[in-house]
């Protein structure tokens, strides 16, 4: 998602683009393919770091006169998020406040997080982290409405986008069925009944933007994903498609098996959008408003100052317990 608004961003010809990343691979790639373009008029600058570091991010928005945060960074796999939960739990929570901070105390303009379907009534870490996150951005967008009726400065408009799995991006599941069927087999599906909503990548990064243009403080922008689709019908397709015929006890010669292997920890049968408001119509027709619960910064804060607390000591049972007061609808699988 990062790599794509980054291509859409630049060609609206913005003064700079900083590119954030820990990952010295991921983002000399992203360099490397920008650098390129033929219509690149933007200063681009390749950030080396961890979002976890505040001071780092507070000279880095201070030295760059940076105006609108797009913050896309979060670990995503369920299941390897789901077996290092202090690491996870860190990162995808202490990022976002760290950015948050940094915003405020450097009078940024805008902050996008980019959530994810999984922080609705989640069932596993990463959408607990995700639903978290999203706390910390509505009550610092609440604490600067605060601000700005009292006049103290200027302030920062946070807001935050929803949307479900995304094809082809890091860790979506088309490319490892596709990859499963090259190599004749058999194609491994959690469960018969699993749905999920798609987009692509392209779709996503627009939708992105155009909230981000739209946003007042405070908001979920739910983006409409049309129908959820039933995985084990998008694999019978994919198999089609490559020319290839579904084997089962219908039709035993056929080339690729589907195999069921069991819902893995935190896995939902389908994914939702929203947890307890109504949606509203926006300007655009794909994507709709909504405000919801969430925890006034006075009360949050000093929790998040246990919770890093006992990260540090690297307490999992407490780190466990406290995220779930934070998250109450955090359905935990065992």
Not at 39 to 61: H, P, Q, R, T, Y
Not at 89 to 102: G, R
Request: glycine share 4%; with cysteine.
């Amino acid at each position: 998602i990062g790599s794509e608004l980054t291509r859409q961003i630049i060609e609206l010809s913005p003064k700079k683009v900083v590119l954030l990343d820990n990952s010295e691979s991921n983002l000399y790639q992203i360099i490397s393919e920008i650098e390129k373009l033929p219509n690149k008029n933007s200063n681009v600058i390749a950030a080396l770091g961890d979002c976890c570091n505040l001071e780092f991010l507070n000279n880095l928005f201070k030295e760059e006169k940076v105006d609108i945060v797009f913050h896309a960074a979060a670990y995503k796999h369920v299941p390897l998020v789901e077996i290092n939960p202090i690491n996870s739990i860190e990162n995808n929570v202490f990022s976002t406040l760290n950015i948050c901070i940094a915003s405020r105390k450097n009078n940024l303009k805008k902050v996008l997080m980019i959530s994810s379907d999984k922080a609705v009534r989640p069932t596993n870490i990463m959408g607990a982290t995700k639903r978290l996150s999203e706390i910390i951005v509505q009550a610092f967008a609440s604490d600067s409405k605060i601000d700005n009726q009292n006049k103290r400065h200027l302030t920062t408009c946070y807001s935050m986008v929803r949307f479900g799995n995304v094809l082809s991006s890091s860790g979506s599941a088309v490319p490892l069925f596709i990859k499963q069927i090259s190599s004749g087999g058999p194609v491994t599906l959690t469960h018969h009944k699993i749905t999920r909503y798609f987009m692509t990548i392209k779709e996503a990064a627009q939708l992105v933007i155009q909230s981000s243009a739209m946003s007042k403080g405070g908001e979920v922008f739910l983006l409409d994903m049309g129908k959820s689709i039933k995985i084990k019908d998008l694999v019978i397709k994919l198999i089609k498609l490559s020319g290839l015929q579904l084997k089962d006890k219908f039709n035993p010669n056929g080339d690729i098996e589907i195999k069921i292997t069991g819902l893995r920890p935190g896995e939902k049968l389908y994914e939702e959008l929203l947890i307890d408001a109504e949606t509203k119509k926006t300007d655009h027709p794909l994507i709709f408003r909504a405000n919801e619960k969430y925890i006034p910064i006075s009360q949050l804060s000093p929790k998040l100052d246990y919770l890093k607390k006992m990260i540090i000591k690297r307490n999992k049972k407490i780190t466990l317990k406290i995220l779930n007061e934070l998250v109450i609808e955090w359905e935990k699988s065992s």
